[in-house]
C-alpha cells in the first residue's frame, strides 16, 4: 500500500458519468465546482436534475460514448454493473478513454472490466470510502482508495486523481484484493451491523447513553444507502462471507457466556 501526496500537473477533464444516482450526483457536484465539464447517462431519466447542474443528460448510449469524453466514471450499482457496461456501444468509442469505477467492492468489477473494455481503454479502479452524509462538509482527510490498473495516459489519470487529491482526501494505492479483504472486516461489517439495529427498530429514548446515540447514528446511516448497495458488498466480494460467519460465531460465543452466567447466578439463588 502506498500513500500519495504528490500534486501532479492537472488539466480540467472532461468527464462522462454512468449511474447518475446518489452517489454520482455527489461526485458530480464537486467535479463541476472544479470546473471538469460533465455528460451523464442512467437507466432513469435525470434530465431536470442534470439541467440544473449544468451537465449534458443523454438517454441514448450513443450519443453518451460519442461525447468524447476523457474519462468515462463508472457509478452504477454494484449488481448491474456487467448489464451496465454491456449495454455501452464501446464500439463506438472515437479515441483511447480512461475508465475509472467508483464500486465500493474491488476485485469483481476490476476483472470485469478487464473483460468487457477494449484494450485501448486505461483502467482505474477506484473507492471513495465516503458517501454525501460522511463528505457533505467537505473530502478532507476521507480516505481515497485505487489501483491502477492499466494506465498508458498518464496525464488524464494523474488529473482524474488529482480531483480527489485536491479536496484533502488521504490517497491509498492499494490492490482491488487487498481492499476487499478490508473493507469486509470494517465497512461490510459497519453496514451488516447497522441493518441489524434497523431489524430491531431501535428508536431514542430519554436515557440515552452516547454509545447508544452512536448506535442510533450508525443505524440511520447505513440505512440511507441503498439495499441493492449493501447486497453488493456481500455478493461480490469474497471476502464478506466469512466476516458474515466471524459475526455470527461472535455473537453466539457472547450470547453463550451470558448464559453460563445466568445459569450460575440461578444455583447460587437456590435455597441451601
Ligand atoms: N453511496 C455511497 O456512499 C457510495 C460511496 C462509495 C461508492 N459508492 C458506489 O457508487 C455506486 C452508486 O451508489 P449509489 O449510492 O448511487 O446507489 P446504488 O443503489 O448502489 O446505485 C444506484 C445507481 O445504479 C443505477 N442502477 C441500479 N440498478 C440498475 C440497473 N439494473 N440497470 C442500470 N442501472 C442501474 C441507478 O440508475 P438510476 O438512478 O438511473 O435508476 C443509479 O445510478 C455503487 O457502486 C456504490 O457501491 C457509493
Excluded at 500537473?9 to 470546473?35: D, N
Excluded at 487529491?165 to 470494517?186: F, T, V
Aim: glycine share 6%; aromatic share 8%; net charge negative.
Amino acid at each position: 500500500m502506498a500513500v500519495s501526496s504528490s500534486s501532479p500537473l492537472s488539466r480540467t477533464l472532461r468527464i462522462g458519468i454512468v449511474g447518475f444516482g446518489p452517489f454520482g450526483q455527489f461526485l458530480a457536484k464537486t467535479m463541476m465546482k472544479q470546473g471538469h465539464t460533465l455528460t451523464a447517462t442512467s437507466r432513469s431519466d435525470h434530465s431536470q436534475l442534470c439541467a440544473r447542474l449544468g451537465i449534458s443528460f443523454f438517454r441514448g448510449m450513443n450519443e453518451f460514448i460519442e461525447a468524447e469524453n476523457d474519462v468515462i466514471m463508472l457509478c452504477t450499482s454494484i449488481l448491474s454493473l456487467t448489464e451496465v457496461l454491456e449495454s455501452l456501444p464501446l464500439h463506438c468509442l472515437k479515441r483511447p478513454t480512461l475508465f475509472a469505477d467508483v464500486l465500493s467492492v474491488k476485485e469483481g468489477p476490476r476483472e470485469v472490466l478487464l473483460q468487457v473494455l477494449p484494450e485501448e481503454s486505461d483502467v482505474l479502479c477506484t473507492h471513495p470510502m465516503f458517501g454525501p452524509e460522511s463528505g457533505r462538509d467537505g473530502w478532507n482527510g476521507l480516505a481515497f482508495m485505487y489501483e491502477r490498473v492499466r494506465i498508458r495516459d498518464e496525464a488524464t489519470c494523474s488529473s482524474f486523481l488529482h480531483i480527489f487529491e485536491s479536496e484533502g482526501c488521504r490517497m491509498l494505492e492499494m490492490s482491488c484484493e487487498e481492499h476487499d479483504k478490508l473493507a469486509a472486516r470494517s465497512q461490510f461489517l459497519t453496514h451488516t451491523i447497522g441493518r441489524i439495529l434497523s431489524e430491531m427498530e431501535i428508536e431514542p429514548t430519554p436515557i440515552d447513553t452516547k454509545g447508544f446515540q452512536t448506535l442510533i447514528q450508525l443505524k440511520d446511516s447505513t440505512i440511507r444507502d441503498s439495499f441493492d448497495l449493501y447486497s453488493g458488498l456481500f455478493v461480490h466480494n469474497k471476502f464478506a462471507k466469512q466476516e458474515l460467519n466471524n459475526l455470527v460465531l461472535a455473537f453466539e460465543k457472547v450470547k453463550q457466556k451470558l448464559e453460563e452466567m445466568n445459569e450460575k447466578s440461578d444455583l447460587s439463588m437456590q435455597p441451601l
